[in-house]
């Protein structure tokens, strides 16, 4: 029964980079700051839909960070509702960053015929790739986390 307990909480300290799914915090770290950094590396043609992928980037970014900061310190002193605020953010992340993907992918398929410079359009593509990346991640993330919570 205690096993149980054990592998449905959230671990503490530095054994959150030793636990999965939590590890993945970093590839999504590093793969959705590179697509924050390559969208805001090019220029805007479509505000909506680059605004949209900032967004995105950005606040996953903020969160993770946050929620990773707070893991760390142990502020959710092993208490079976964190478990459901982690499920919940990986859920909308991930739904997010899907979005953020595919949006990005069009735009950057609609502009190809468009007189880009073809270092901003590799750089665009680039951003999808990562985008995509990212996307990835924070599903494998939210399947552990969905599987956790079903299981605290």
């Known amino acids: 029964m205690s096993s149980a307990t054990t592998s449905a909480s959230l671990?503490?300290?530095?054994?959150?980079?030793?636990?999965?799914?939590?590890?993945?915090?970093?590839p999504?770290?590093?793969?959705g700051?590179?697509?924050w950094i390559l969208v805001a590396s090019t220029r805007v043609i479509l505000p909506m839909l680059t605004g949209w992928v900032m967004f995105v980037s950005v606040f996953c970014f903020v969160i993770s960070t946050l929620l990773l900061f707070l893991y760390f310190c142990g502020?959710?002193?092993?208490?079976?509702?964190?478990v459901a605020v982690d499920a919940f953010y990986?859920?909308?992340?991930?739904?997010?960053?899907?979005?953020a993907a595919v949006?990005?992918?069009?735009?950057?398929?609609?502009?190809?015929?468009?007189?880009?410079?073809?270092?901003e359009y590799r750089i665009t593509i680039a951003a999808v790739v990562f985008a995509f990346v990212t996307t990835l991640t924070y599903v494998i993330h939210m399947m552990f986390s969905l599987l956790r919570w079903k299981s605290s």
Do not use: R
């Not at 999504?28 to 793969?31: A, G, N, W």
């Not at 990986?90 to 979005?99: C, D, G, I, N, R």
């Not at 949006?103 to 270092?119: G, I």
């Open 103 to 119: 949006l990005l992918a069009f735009t950057t398929y609609s502009l190809k015929d468009e007189a880009m410079v073809v270092k």
């Open 33 to 35: 700051g590179l697509v």
């Open 11 to 26: 671990p503490s300290g530095i054994n959150v980079l030793a636990s999965f799914p939590d590890v993945l915090i970093l």
């Open 28 to 31: 999504e770290f590093v793969f």
């Open 90 to 99: 990986q859920v909308t992340a991930s739904l997010f960053y899907l979005s």
């Open 75 to 82: 502020a959710h002193g092993e208490k079976s509702g964190w």
